[in-house]
Structure formats: structure tokens, C-alpha cells
């Protein structure tokens, strides 16, 4: 018996640790929102790395911008002086928007909703692979964050927290393959689930039945337990009805440039 | 055991390349996958076990910093590396042709097995397809990592015993 034992003694010690690895996968399916031990210490690790390099290459790139690459800046200062007028005329208009919404919220008896509270974080390093789709932020459970939270920025939704250490956390983008969210068509509020293509999103389960036109903007539902209601998700791109089926498939556009993604927001107080 | 510990430092280092400097040139899509690298040259140079316990380990680096299961990349890595250790053996190691070889075919296996492994444990649904769209490029990127890693690599390599080079002289 242990002369068989020493003769398959490296092909044993090969299933038994594939065997580690097959179980500790498996269990780690059952439990993906809970950041283990050895994850958050690992993430600890990396944490003053990430922000090393944060710090010295957006300190290369402010350096570039600001002083080495200034080519058509006059053109672009009287091009945007011009738009700066416009948008004060616009931002005139808006406020008396506003203030007519008030009216007509105190008239109708509404409630003032009050302001989500939000943290701000920053985005320190992507994902190690080129497959997934999520980010690393520098705020964690010591700033109150936790697993299964809503980030944001101003153009709309980016994804939610998957993992958190105490100083460092993981975000899982929308646009991963992994990722759906529950949304509707603000013009006809058709609903349906945003899923992740890399990329862009797709809009599954829309009625066929429904009208819903390219450049349609689509927001959150607030239905799928993360996300609050009417935050912006993508405009729609592509429409494809099949002949048969009581759905329709949408391609989306994101709304947000998941590319130049650099400053977003937590949102403690939106918790499932 | 000290050589491990360089390959697992090593491995560090290139996850948190992998996640800060390649992204800020190449973007959120393909870029070196220079933990594959790592792995395939275990696969051909370093002792069975000892490799299999680093390649295990630097795939579960790498799903701390990736992906959303913890493991997922330890399996996938260590399959790559059982497959490297059968299929490489074969093959003259001191020739440099080999690595280039090791990494068309590694990375082949490797997304094979990714999208075989979301498939059949995960709700990857159509993961498949943006592992597929970028393989033309990500194996460009992976010969180049080969081409700039394995200089550093062949560093770390276990030295031949005195014995093999005296019947070899």
C-alpha cells in the first residue's frame, strides 16, 4: 500500500489539490457577497500600492495636461467662454424651473424628499483581468461601506459594492456579464433587466408589444432591492424584434464613460 | 521554498501592473496577462508540486483583485498548469521557442476553460462572448508579455545540478 502510496505519491498530491481548489470555488459561489480573511488582507496589502501609483501617475498626468500639452487652448478657452454663456442663460432657465416645481410639490402636498446621503471614493486600480469588469476604490468598511451597496456618479449608475476591506473596496460595473439590473424606458416605462455585455448593456425581458425608440432613455426601476428609483442607466441604441417571442432585445449605451471613471459616489443608505 | 516565494511576489507585482499601469494605456479591454505567463513557465521549469502549490496560490492573488468568486482563477490557473506540466515535459525547455508556444496554446486553454468553468458553475449567461471577441488580441498582448517577461523569468530559475553538468561536459 505505501509502496503504491510513493509511486502516485505526485499525482495524488495533484488531485488533492485540485480537489482544494474545485471545493474552495464551490464554496465561494455560495457566499460571493462576503469578503473572507484572506481577501481583505490582501486588499489591505495592496491598498498603499494602489494609491502610491494613483497619486504619482495622476501627479504625471496633471503635469502633462497642465504645462507640456497646450496646444489650441486659446481656441479652446473662446470656445468654451461661449458655451459658458449659454449654459448660465440655461442654468437662469432651470432655476425658475425649479422654483415653479417647488410651488407646484407645497400646492400638491409632497413630501421633500431628502437628499440620499453619498461617500465619495475614489477609483484606484480595475480589475486584474481582462474578462471582468470591476474597480477598486479607496473607501471601506471604516467609512461605512459594505457588500451589495450602490455607487454612482453624476451621469448615472456604475455598479455595486462586492467586496470590502477596511480602507479598500470592489466594485462590480454594470457593464460586467455577471451584472443585471432592473430598469425601465422613461418614455413609456417599459420594464425590463440590464445586463452586462462588456461593453455596452442589453435590455432584456422589454415586451415586444411595447413601442420603444433608439435614443429612449432608460433609469433604474428601483425594483431590483440596490439601486434607488430614476437614476439614469443608458440610452438605447439597437432594437432587435424577432418575428416570433414575447420579448424584444435592446442594446444600450451606457450613460457613464466606464473608461474615464475616476471620482464616484457610495450611496450607506440605499442597503437592500 | 524560497524560489516560491519569489514567483508569488513576482506574481503580486504583475497583478497590480495588471490593475494600475496596463489600464491607464490599454483600457478596461485586453491588455498582458502576465500572471499567465508566470504560470506557463511553471509549468515548464519549476518542480510538479511546488509549482501546481504557486500556480494554485497566484490564482487566488488574482481573484482577490478580479473577477466577483474567490477561486475561480486558482482553478483555472492550476488546470493551465497541470496541462503546461504534461505537455511541456515533452518539449527541449532550454529552447526559447518553447514560451512562445506555451503561451498560444496556454492562452487558448486558459479561456477555453474560464468559459467552460462560468458555463457550467456560474450565471455567466453571455460572458462567453466578450472572452471570445478579445482573444485575437489578448494572444498579440500575451506573445509581447512573453517576449519582455522571460528574461526576468529565466532569473528565478532553479540552477542545473553540478552533476548533470559533468556527464554533460
Known amino acids: 500500500m505505501l509502496d503504491l502510496l510513493k509511486r502516485y505519491q505526485t499525482a495524488l498530491l495533484f488531485c488533492l489539490l485540485l480537489l482544494c481548489a474545485l471545493l474552495l470555488y464551490s464554496n465561494s459561489l455560495r457566499q460571493r457577497e462576503h469578503t473572507s480573511l484572506f481577501e481583505k488582507a490582501v486588499l489591505q496589502l495592496a491598498s498603499p500600492f494602489y494609491r502610491t501609483i494613483d497619486a504619482v501617475s495622476r501627479d504625471s498626468a496633471a503635469l502633462w495636461n497642465n504645462y507640456i500639452d497646450l496646444i489650441d487652448v486659446r481656441q479652446q478657452n473662446i470656445a468654451l467662454q461661449e458655451q459658458l454663456r449659454q449654459q448660465k442663460a440655461h442654468l437662469n432657465h432651470l432655476k425658475e424651473i425649479e422654483q415653479e416645481n417647488q410651488r407646484l410639490k407645497n400646492l400638491l402636498g409632497f413630501l421633500e424628499s431628502t437628499e440620499l446621503p453619498a461617500i465619495p471614493a475614489r477609483v484606484i486600480a480595475v480589475d486584474a483581468s481582462s474578462w471582468f469588469r470591476t474597480i477598486t476604490i479607496d473607501k471601506g468598511t471604516n467609512d461605512g461601506l459594505d457588500e451589495g451597496l450602490p455607487v454612482v456618479v453624476a451621469e448615472g449608475i456604475v455598479g455595486r459594492t462586492i467586496k470590502c476591506a477596511s480602507r479598500t473596496s470592489r466594485v462590480l460595473l454594470i457593464i460586467d456579464a455577471s451584472s443585471e439590473v432592473a430598469v425601465l424606458v422613461q418614455r413609456n416605462r417599459t420594464r425590463g433587466i440590464a445586463r452586462g455585455q462588456g461593453a455596452q448593456l442589453t435590455l432584456e425581458y422589454a415586451l415586444r408589444s411595447h413601442d420603444v425608440l433608439e435614443g429612449d432613455a432608460v433609469v433604474t426601476s428601483g425594483t431590483g432591492g440596490v439601486f434607488p428609483k430614476g437614476l439614469p442607466v443608458g440610452t438605447i441604441s439597437k432594437i432587435v424584434r424577432h418575428d416570433y417571442g414575447l420579448f424584444q432585445t435592446l442594446e444600450l449605451t451606457p450613460s457613464v464613460d466606464f473608461d474615464r471613471l475616476e471620482d464616484v459616489l457610495v450611496l450607506p443608505g440605499e442597503t437592500p | ?169
Not at chain 2, 472572452?131 to 528574461?151: G, M, S
Not at chain 2, 540552477?159 to 559533468?166: G, H
Request: hydrophobic share 55%.
Open chain 2, 1 to 169: 521554498m524560497k524560489r516560491m516565494i519569489i514567483h508569488l511576489l513576482l506574481g503580486l507585482v504583475f497583478i497590480l501592473l495588471q490593475t494600475t499601469l496596463f489600464p491607464r494605456f490599454l483600457g478596461n479591454g485586453p491588455r498582458p496577462d502576465l500572471v499567465l505567463i508566470l504560470t506557463l513557465y511553471l509549468g515548464i521549469h519549476e518542480q510538479p508540486f511546488q509549482g501546481a502549490l504557486t500556480s494554485w496560490l497566484l490564482g487566488c492573488l488574482l481573484d482577490v483583485l478580479s473577477g466577483t468568486t474567490f477561486g475561480l482563477y486558482g482553478l483555472i490557473l492550476l488546470l493551465v498548469f497541470c496541462a503546461t506540466v504534461i505537455g511541456g515535459r515533452q518539449l527541449n525547455r532550454d529552447n526559447a521557442a518553447v514560451m512562445f508556444f506555451a503561451a498560444i496554446l496556454g492562452t487558448a486553454a486558459h479561456d477555453v476553460l474560464l468559459v467552460t468553468t462560468l458555463l457550467f458553475f456560474a450565471d455567466a449567461d453571455q460572458g462567453w462572448l466578450i472572452v471570445l471577441r478579445q482573444l485575437p488580441l489578448q494572444l498579440i498582448f500575451n506573445l509581447l508579455a512573453v517576449l519582455a517577461v522571460t528574461p526576468f523569468l529565466n532569473r528565478t530559475k532553479a540552477p542545473k545540478p553540478l552533476s548533470l553538468l559533468r556527464t554533460t561536459r
